[in-house]
């Protein structure tokens, strides 16, 4: 795990949807050492490949 990645980016407290999507397309580019939840996969695939 990437763990300088994690400790520059904490995820919010109380995140929003589009706040976990795009902390989750991050960390997917920069660490992946947990899988995006199913809820969020479709919006973080998108926000990966516009
Ligand atoms: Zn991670």
Do not use: F, Y
Not at 8 to 36: D, F, G, L, S, Y
Request: net charge positive.
């Amino acid at each position: 795990m990437n763990g300088a990645w994690h400790k520059a980016h904490p995820m919010p407290k109380n995140p929003t949807r589009e706040q976990r999507i795009a902390w989750h397309a991050e960390h997917a580019r920069e660490c992946a050492c947990r899988p995006v939840p199913e809820s969020l996969k479709a919006d973080v695939a998108r926000l990966a490949r516009p």
